[in-house]
Structure formats: C-alpha cells, structure tokens
C-alpha cells in the first residue's frame, strides 16, 4: 500500500528544545516536501526535496532545517522550536517533475505540534 | 504569483442534496489541479487530479471541472451523505512540484 508515514503525530515541547519530525515513503517517489497548515492561511510550502541531496526553501522556510540523505526519508529538524511553530506539519511525496508527473502526489496523516 | 481561493468557506446541507463547490485560480498556466479531502485530525486525501488538458474527472458520486482560461474548477458531489462531510481542498501545481492550495471548504451533510 502507498504511504507517507509521519512521526510523531502529537508533540508537545518547549521552546529551543531541539526536535525531529521524520516522514517516511514507500513509493520510491523523487519528490518530497513539507507544509504548515494554520487557520485562515491554508497549507503552505516550508522546504522540498527534488531528489537525495537536493533541497531548496519554500514559501516559510525560517526556522527550519530538512535532509535527504535517502530517498524514501526527508526529515523536518527544528533546532530551536518557538511557540510562532506551533502548528499542523504534513510530509508530501510525488514521482517529480517529468515522471509521470500527472500521478498525485500523496500526502501523511499529519502532525501536530504544540511549543509552550 | 500563483493565488487559489475557495468559495464558499463553510457550507451545511441535508443528506441528499448535489453541491457544486468552487475553486479559482489567478494564473491559468497550471500543469494540473487536484482536489483533496481532510478529516479533522487527519491527512490529505487525494480525490480527483486533472490535468490541464483535460476538462473533467469523475470518480463515482464525484465530478471535477476545470476551465483553466477562467481560472476555475469545480467539484459536483451528487446525492449528498452525512460521511461527505470534511473539508475539501483544491491546490494547483505550476511547472514545479510545489502545490499552492485553497483555504479549503468546510462541508457538513446532516441526515
């Protein structure tokens, strides 16, 4: 079955304590990307991946760090997390641009973060 | 830069009734628009994808338009169920992969 595994769901933390959220796929998809979604803005885009070792900024990329070190994960690392983070995090993935690009791409269960 | 709104923001209806529910675009150079439904608490949940050549795409009780000169698509969902209620979200993808999206629809179907 095609999945897009996030880990953890829920986390509450506190500010500039370091945390991971790591997003897994199973489709051996060459895109990969991460969005915020907040009330009254909608989904928007933090970094992407286009393939191992490839990543660039989105849309709000501050505060924000990403790898992709393999091609089935692509971690979300905040180093010092701020209560302006708080907020629910989706991985994505899709075969890329040219590759058979009309395939939707497929989005994780969410993950909702909350920095006091 | 590329702008996706969705109209109407909420919308309740009784089970059974067809809905028509709108999503417009500012730039129709669109590669395709796929359209997402979201449970509270859940992720994303691809329904339909059209390409910017095509005109439309059923999926059972489902239907997605695009007029992509207008900027425009819709989703029909005919004969209405209390479990079509959730949140519905359309999002456009340009020539790269980033998909910007609509603030979405809130859909409540009561029996």
């Known amino acids: 079955e095609a999945q897009v595994t996030q880990n953890p769901r829920y986390l509450i933390t506190v500010t500039g304590k370091k945390l991971t959220v790591t997003c897994s796929q199973n489709m051996n998809h060459e895109y990969m990307s991460w969005y915020r979604q907040d009330p009254g803005l909608g989904l928007r885009q933090i970094y992407y991946s286009m393939n191992v070792e490839v990543t660039d900024k989105g849309d709000v990329p501050e505060g924000y760090k990403v790898s992709r070190k393999e091609k089935r994960n692509f971690p979300l690392i905040l180093e010092s997390p701020s209560p302006n983070q708080t907020s629910l995090y989706f991985c994505?993935?899709?075969?890329?641009?040219?590759?058979?690009?009309?395939?939707?791409?497929?989005f994780g269960d969410g993950t909702r973060l909350s920095i006091l | 830069k590329q702008e996706v709104t969705q109209i109407p923001a909420a919308l309740s209806v009784p089970e059974g009734e067809n809905l028509v529910l709108n999503c417009s675009f500012t730039d129709s150079a669109i590669y395709n628009l796929q359209w997402f439904r979201q449970d509270p608490g859940k992720g994303l949940t691809s329904l339909l994808l059209i390409q910017s050549s095509q005109r439309e795409q059923t999926s059972g009780r489902l239907n997605a338009s695009l007029d992509k000169s207008s900027g425009r698509s819709t989703l029909y969902i005919a004969a209405s169920q209390p479990g079509d209620s959730a949140t519905y979200l359309c999002?456009?993808?340009?020539?790269?992969?980033?998909?910007?999206f609509g603030t979405g629809t809130r859909l409540q179907v009561f029996p």
């Open positions: 999002a456009v993808r340009g020539n790269t992969d980033k998909l910007i």
């Open positions: 994505a993935s899709g075969p890329g641009q040219g590759k058979t690009g009309n395939q939707p791409q497929h």
